[in-house]
């Protein structure tokens, strides 16, 4: 199993530019996150899906968006880059259910995104 | 609200020694999870343990155990025998409701913890 997998590693944007940023798991994981890492600081939950086609709003959602067309995949669209979205971006996936212990969640190795 | 409180930005220790980790939480939530990361200097984000707030035992993995005081909603990471791979920023994290529900973390600002030689 590859686990959680993130691409690109690394990108520059200049302002106003759009990317999207590419999650994908092959644990038959049901929910998958995306959070940002400012430099110094804890992760935020940006946006969450509970399954395909069902995501919302996590703390920080305001210039981004998400869709989550199968179970696998769960991309993070910004649209009009900032600078102040300069950051890095972790995808994490999890299994909610019957047999699910504590829930864990698997961390993708992230993206670091500048914004210039 | 819940929050998460690391008040311990930075921490040493020699190889060998044991080193604590403080964590405080706050919730209203009876059902909730701890859990500790560890982000080593590669930047990925690695699970180290769990604590649910029905277990009466504290939990251990390996070097790692957590010293649960829930009156205090204290939540501190133990490491045992310290190396030098163990040099990293360490986030202690909350997830509120039962296990088999919505699993939104809540993570505090983290701890860099440096092992010396």
């Known amino acids: 199993n590859a686990g959680v997998t993130q691409t690109p590693k690394f990108r520059i944007l200049k302002i106003g530019q759009s990317m999207t940023l590419q999650c994908a798991q092959d644990m038959n994981h049901n929910y998958m996150y995306w959070y940002r890492q400012d430099p110094g600081m804890g992760l935020k939950l940006i946006y969450y899906s509970v399954g395909a086609g069902i995501t919302d709003k996590g703390e920080v959602p305001n210039g981004y968006n998400v869709s989550r067309s199968t179970t696998e995949d769960f991309p993070l669209r910004l649209e009009l880059a900032a600078p102040s979205q300069t950051s890095v971006y972790f995808c994490a996936s999890s299994y909610s259910g019957p047999s699910g212990i504590y829930n864990e969640q698997f961390f993708g190795p992230g993206t670091r995104l500048t914004v210039l | 609200a819940q929050k998460i409180t690391q008040t311990q930005p930075g921490m040493f220790v020699q190889e060998k020694e044991a080193v604590t980790l403080d964590c405080t939480y706050d919730?209203?939530?009876?059902?909730?999870?701890l859990f500790w990361y560890k982000q080593p200097s590669s930047g990925e984000m690695i699970f180290l343990i769990y604590q649910g707030s029905y277990d009466e035992q504290n939990a251990t993995e390996g070097r790692y155990s957590l010293n649960f005081q829930k009156a205090r909603k204290s939540a501190n990471l133990v490491i045992s025998a310290s190396q030098l791979g163990d040099s990293a920023m360490y986030f202690c994290?909350?997830?509120?409701?039962?296990?088999?529900?919505?699993?939104?973390?809540?993570f505090g600002a983290g701890t860099r913890l440096a092992v010396h030689p």
């Open positions: 994290a909350m997830r509120e409701g039962h296990p088999g529900g919505y699993n939104k973390l809540i």
């Open positions: 919730t209203s939530d009876q059902s909730y999870g």
